[in-house]
């Protein structure tokens, strides 16, 4: 079994600001991780993954998440916000089966000016 | 490069009509899937198709049909559209069925049933 808790269904920073959106997880086997970004009116496109290997994953338009194992984590980073980066993002676990992926219920970030 | 093409983009059913979602992908990707979305939860699975030929139930099947028509085309059907089927609906693909392959969504289907 898996499951995915985003923290926070909403996010406020100002433009210039770090974004933290927080995802634990839970899985009974070794997860893949996985952040997308939907904007108004359009699909879920992919901003990062882990699979194995290094534990700081860095994406597109300058995003980055840490898998940190003891802490069941999987939070996404992004050192300076862009009004840009206005969006609903999830965060994703997957076992051994694509088509098992769980997501999670979503955070919508705002980029205040 | 085209992705994960839907049609149509906007659907209005009355109860108990009748519908098939299309979807299309010109990746070359072994597996495809649909999911719904439903305000505050995020995506729900509702078939996938690991590869051509076979199809799977997911999370929440019940109301649906599917059908992989060849290793492009991945079609939704409802048979009898109830309110509860109000949604926005997507399509994905992946190039494998692994769990570490990721998803390559289509802009949705968003579909109203009065």
């Known amino acids: 079994a898996q499951s995915v808790t985003q923290l926070g269904s909403h996010v406020s920073v100002s433009e210039g600001a770090l974004v933290l959106l927080r995802c634990n997880y839970s899985?009974?086997?070794?997860?893949?991780l996985f952040w997308y970004v939907q904007y108004p009116n359009q699909g879920l496109q992919l901003l990062l993954k882990?699979?194995?290997?290094?534990?700081l994953v860095k994406g597109i338009n300058g995003f980055e998440a840490e898998f940190k194992k003891s802490e069941t984590s999987f939070h996404l980073t992004k050192p300076s916000a862009h009004m840009s980066d206005a969006a609903e993002y999830f965060c994703?676990?997957?076992?051994?089966?694509?088509?098992?992926?769980?997501f999670g219920d979503g955070t919508t970030l705002t980029v205040k000016p | 490069n085209a992705g994960v093409t839907q049609t149509p983009k906007f659907q209005v059913l009355k109860t108990g009509q009748s519908m098939t979602l299309q979807c299309a992908q010109d990746?070359?990707?072994?597996?495809m899937y649909w999911y719904r979305q439903d305000p505050g939860m995020g995506l729900r699975l509702i078939y996938y198709?690991?590869?051509?030929?076979?199809?799977d139930k997911g999370e929440v099947p019940n109301g649906y049909n599917v059908s992989r028509l060849n290793k492009r085309e991945f079609s939704l059907r409802l048979e009898s559209a109830a309110p509860s089927q109000t949604s926005v609906y997507f399509c994905?693909?992946?190039?494998?069925?692994?769990?570490?392959?990721?998803?390559?969504f289509g802009n949705g289907t968003r579909l109203t049933v009065t």
């Open positions: 990746m070359n990707h072994n597996s």
């Open positions: 994905a693909s992946s190039e494998r069925g692994t769990g570490n392959s990721p998803l390559h």
């Open positions: 882990y699979t194995t290997g290094a534990t």
């Open positions: 994703a676990v997957s076992g051994t089966n694509a088509g098992k992926s769980t």
């Open positions: 899985s009974s086997v070794p997860p893949y």
């Open positions: 198709s690991a590869s051509e030929g076979t199809t």
